[in-house]
């Protein structure tokens, strides 16, 4: 079955340390989105990414940076990580001028 | 600026009784997409239901309907027969241009 994965599930890293946190999709969808979940605040999108070698800025994206190279991957990276940055990181896809997006089950980072 | 709003912080309900969760939205563009999620305590984000802007009709799944009130801005969910599995965390939140926002969200309590 197709399905959109992310890993590791659980992080915990130190301050000023690189991290990066993996999705995977097998649904060829060329839509994909990085959130992060802060209590409060809902989901926030961080990234994004319509296709191969595009990616774009969202809402949140100071500290964090995404590269696509291929349909299936958006790696996002904290390329220094900060205590602010402690969150649950939701990764999503969608198909090409298809609004529904699929949610991986989330990245618990804790930044000590 | 675009906005989803979700003023209950917390709903109860009875098992068997229909519950609605109220969601409210701003935006000036005329192509939009409304959407519930659900995310029970695992954590993971759950697509539940989805109306577009020109869409004539109130969409449903199952159990689950949006009552979509457009000159009033307004996206609610009902829950009909509402079950203990249905406690949880509800989001709506709204797409434009693919890119989702969110609400702060409504925690849902089921009781016997």
């Known amino acids: 079955d197709a399905e959109i994965t992310q890993s590791p599930r659980h992080k915990i890293t130190e301050t000023g340390r690189q991290v990066t946190l993996a999705c995977h999709q097998t649904?060829?969808?060329?839509?994909m989105f990085w959130y992060r979940q802060d209590l409060g605040h809902g989901l926030r999108l961080i990234h994004y990414?319509?296709?191969?070698?595009?990616?774009n800025k969202g809402e949140v994206s100071d500290g964090y940076s995404v590269s696509r190279s291929n349909t299936e991957d958006l790696p996002l990276t904290l390329e220094s990580a900060a205590s602010s940055q402690t969150s649950v990181y939701f990764c999503?896809?969608?198909?090409?001028?298809?609004?529904?997006?699929?949610f991986g089950p989330g990245t618990r980072l804790l930044v000590l | 600026a675009q906005k989803i709003t979700q003023t209950q912080p917390g709903m109860f309900v009875q098992e068997k009784e229909a519950v609605t969760l109220d969601c409210t939205y701003d935006?000036?563009?005329?192509?939009?997409?409304l959407f519930w999620y659900k995310q029970p305590s695992s954590g993971e984000m759950i697509f539940l239901i989805y109306?577009?802007?020109?869409?004539?009709q109130n969409a449903t799944e199952g159990r689950y309907s949006l009552n979509f009130q457009k000159a009033r801005k307004s996206a609610n969910l009902v829950i009909s027969a509402s079950q203990l599995g249905d406690s949880a965390m509800y989001f709506c939140?709204?797409?434009?241009?693919?890119?989702?926002?969110f609400g702060t969200g409504t925690r849902l309590q089921v009781f016997p």
């Open positions: 999503a896809s969608s198909e090409t001028n298809q609004e529904t997006q699929y």
């Open positions: 649904w060829n969808h060329n839509n």
């Open positions: 990414s319509y296709g191969v070698q595009d990616t």
């Open positions: 935006t000036s563009d005329p192509s939009y997409g």
């Open positions: 109306q577009g802007s020109y869409d004539q």
């Open positions: 939140a709204m797409t434009l241009r693919f890119k989702l926002i």
